[in-house]
């Protein structure tokens, strides 16, 4: 069964400390990674997928498929990245291409 | 055409009683999704349609759960004889092949069960 652990659920940071948010995962076939991102009383919003490589925001996110990990990571963190992050997974060689599976979520909060 | 819309936001009911939301997706998304979140966990699967066909449903969902998708448009969530255990706030989302499944997700609908 595919799962997403996000092992943390509350990271403390103070602005322009890097900030690492972890996510395994346990999936047998082909996935695709994303993160998503929610803000203070905003909807659900996509950060990055794996397969763009982009950087968004300051952020990035490697696809370790040998750790099965998919962390991600900003250099700097500024007060306006506090929010609720979620990893999520899904089968890229199925009909179930675009079904996902998310984590639990990781609360940011950047101090000043 | 603003993004993915729910009706109503908010809804709270009495144990007993049946309730139905409703999910306005991007015009062009052929899939749309029905997410379920309770307090501090990400949203879980519950089912998700192409078109007007339902694909899939999770294990979550139980016979009390249907979903409706007819005209490949919006889509409806009917809880029948709803529980406390069905509070929580049901998301749902719309994605496109052409866009990767990128998944767009709406506000959600936040039901309380009394």
């Known amino acids: 069964a595919q799962r997403v652990t996000q092992p943390e659920k509350l990271l403390s940071v103070f602005k322009g400390a890097p900030v690492e948010l972890k996510c395994n995962y346990s999936y047998s076939g082909s996935p695709e990674l994303f993160w998503y991102v929610q803000y203070s009383r905003q909807r659900l919003q996509l950060l990055l997928r794996h397969i763009s490589r982009e950087s968004i925001k300051g952020f990035t996110a490697d696809l370790n498929k040998g750790e099965t990990s998919f962390h991600l990571k900003k250099p700097f963190a500024q007060e306006e990245d506090s929010a609720m992050y979620y990893c999520?997974?899904?089968?890229?060689?199925?009909?179930?291409?675009?079904?996902?599976?998310f984590g639990a979520g990781t609360q940011v909060v950047v101090t000043p | 055409d603003t993004g993915v819309s729910q009706d109503p936001r908010h809804k709270i009911t009495k144990r007993g009683q049946n309730v139905t939301f409703r999910c306005d997706p991007i015009?062009?998304?052929?899939?749309l999704y029905w997410y379920r979140q309770t307090l501090g966990q990400g949203p879980e699967f519950l089912t998700y349609?192409?078109?007007?066909?339902?694909?899939?449903k999770s294990r979550l969902l139980s016979d009390r759960f249907s979903a409706e998708r007819p005209k490949g448009s919006f889509s409806t969530l009917e809880i029948q004889r709803t529980e406390q255990g069905d509070s929580a706030m049901y998301l749902c989302?719309?994605?496109?092949?052409?866009?990767?499944?990128?998944?767009?997700f709406g506000p959600g609908t936040r039901l309380t069960v009394t």
């Open positions: 999520a997974l899904s089968d890229m060689t199925t009909d179930s291409w675009g079904k996902f599976q």
């Open positions: 989302a719309s994605s496109s092949l052409r866009a990767g499944h990128e998944q767009y």
């Open positions: 015009s062009e998304h052929n899939r």
């Open positions: 349609f192409q078109n007007e066909a339902q694909l899939e």
